[in-house]
Antibody
Framework: EVQLLESGGGLVQPGGSLRLSCAAS????????MSWVRQAPGEGLVWVSV????????FYPDSEKGRFTISRDNSKNTLYLQMNSLRAEDTAVYYC?????????????????WGQGTLVTVSS | DIQMTQSPSSLSASVGDRVTITCRAS??????LNWYQQKPGKAPKLLIY???SLQSGVPSRFSASGSGTDFTLTISSLQPEDLATYYC?????????FGQGTKVEIK
């Protein structure tokens, strides 16, 4: 059974940093691209970043470039999201998401499993 | 970025009704369109991928169609457990983008 368990969320002040983790199990972690998707309270879904199965390729929307860094440790079956220079508008539930069928970003974009989410609140 | 627009934003229907949700892309995305269901307080769940392929384990009352810019998700006979918000999402080009969601309520 595929399981994705996020951790690391919490309350942080504007300008602060936070690192989210996602422990994966139930599948061959390195064979799939992984993403982070966030959802602000009462709002829709927004894709935040993606990383290839090997960890060699990453992409971010322009709004997150330079502030967020996605990474993975395939030996630990764990996905990370380092978030810096946090703003109030980054307040959201952050979901760890597994790609359905590809380790390569070019063929990715469909999430078949989601974690339960971890809440990040940016406030003074 | 490709903009995804869903309609309606919300709907209310009775158990057993046929429900249709539409999604329009701001440019052609071929069949690179997914549908997700998000129940209140829960993570999203994949229903449909590549426009019309039913994800394993999803009830057959869910179906979808479309290509290019216009897509539809249909629930053939609405059930109480279908209370949720439904999102379309394009996987044609990065950044992958979602529609704003359609909230389905049960009368």
């Amino acid at each position: 059974e595929v399981q994705l368990l996020e951790s690391g969320g919490g309350l942080v002040q504007p300008g602060g940093s936070l690192r989210l983790s996602c422990a994966a199990s139930g599948f061959t972690f390195s064979s799939y691209a992984m993403s982070w998707v966030r959802q602000a309270p009462g709002e829709g879904l927004v894709w935040v970043s993606v990383i290839s199965g090997s960890g060699g390729s990453t992409f971010y929307p322009d709004s997150e470039k330079g502030r967020f860094t996605i990474s993975r440790d395939n030996s630990k079956n764990t996905l990370y999201l380092q978030m810096n220079s946090l703003r109030a508008e980054d307040t959201a539930v952050y979901y760890c998401a597994k790609e359905r069928s590809s380790r390569d970003i070019a063929a990715a974009g469909t999430v078949d499993y989601w974690g339960q989410g971890t809440l990040v609140t940016v406030s003074s | 970025d490709i903009q995804m627009t869903q309609s309606p934003s919300s709907l209310s229907a009775s158990v057993g009704d046929r429900v249709t949700i539409t999604c329009r892309a701001s440019q052609s995305i071929s069949s690179y369109l997914n549908w997700y269901q998000q129940k209140p307080g829960k993570a999203p769940k994949l229903l449909i991928y590549t426009a019309s392929s039913l994800q394993s384990g999803v009830p057959s009352r869910f179906s979808a169609s479309g290509s290019g810019t216009d897509f539809t998700l249909t629930i053939s006979s609405l059930q109480p457990e279908d209370l949720a918000t439904y999102y379309c999402q394009q996987s044609y080009s990065i950044p992958w983008t979602f529609g704003q969601g359609t909230k389905v309520e049960i009368k």
